[in-house]
Structures are given as structure tokens and as C-alpha cells.
């Protein structure tokens, strides 16, 4: 994690042309054989802090009270996720913002973006089949409400919606599949 938001701060600082997976290392007080160890190329360095993210909110949906519905334990688990101070410290939210806005503009760090985003929704499917004891829909309910998500914070990161925030764009695009996942 150390080298991951090593990496963060240098793509956020600098861009990701201006950020070599040597300059990595030294940020992070490592060898730069040691960061090869763990990651392939520079923009892999921060997978862990793009699946940060989708870990917490997985977290709290599990965590969310067992009485609620499907669509209101997804609801539950944006809430405490995506509000700044709650989820993920308000100092970071500039940070992500930026680390979505760069993959969208560099085909390596969208690579890493989609592989987490992957990741993350293999790991709600899961979540979602613990709470709800196994129902054979629980991977198409695990992908919607996914992509609800991110699309949300995607359109978050670029700036396409003015003064929302990406849990009130979170719950409105789960709203509008709620259709679906109840």
C-alpha cells in the first residue's frame, strides 16, 4: 500500500508520463527491483488503491443490518463508502477523483481500472450470495449494481454532473435499477 499511494501521489503530482516506476520506488523507500516484485508496470501500482474502494463498500454491504433488502444493503453500503469523512477520508476523495480521471485518458491505467472493477464485482457477487444464502441470481445483481456504481463515480471523476457527489449519483443510478435488484 505504501508503494501504492507512493505511486497515487506522483500520477496526482505529476501525470502518469511524468511519473517513472523509478521515481515510484524512491518515493516509497524501495528498491526499484522490490516495487518490480510486486507490480508488472507503474500503473498497476495503484490497483491497491483503486480496489480500496470496492473492498469498503463490499465490506459494508455485508455489514448492512440482515433485515434489509438487497437493494437497501447496496444502498447502505454506498452511504457509508462514498461519504467523504465516512468511508474514505475527505482528503482523499481529490486523490480518486483524479487517479478515475487518469485512467480514462490512458489505455495502462484503464486496464487496471477495468481489472479492479472486475475484481470488486466477482467479490459483491459473493457478498451479496452470503446475505441472500446462495440465489443463483446473485452475479447479475453483483454487475448492475456495479456498473450502477461505476458509471457513477466515472461521470463523478470527469466532471460530467456539477455540484453532485458521487454517493448522490451512486444511490440515484442504484434507484434506477432498483427495478431490477428487488
Known sequence: MEIARAAGELFVKHGLRGTRAEDIAVAAGVAPRTFYR???TKEEAVAPLYSAGARLW???VLS????LSVPDALAHGVRHTFTPGAGVSTA?????RTLIRLADSDAGLRRVWAEVCHSSERRL????AVRVGGAADVRLVAAVASAAVRSAVE????????GEEPVGLALRN????GGVLG
Open 174 to 177: 442504484l434507484g434506477v435499477v
Open 155 to 162: 461521470a463523478w471523476a470527469a466532471g460530467e454532473v456539477e
Open 92 to 96: 482523499s476523495w481529490s486523490w480518486v
Open 125 to 128: 457477487g459473493e457478498v451479496l
Open 38 to 40: 510486486y507490480f508488472a
Open 58 to 60: 463490499a465490506e459494508a
Open 64 to 67: 448492512a443490518p440482515p433485515n
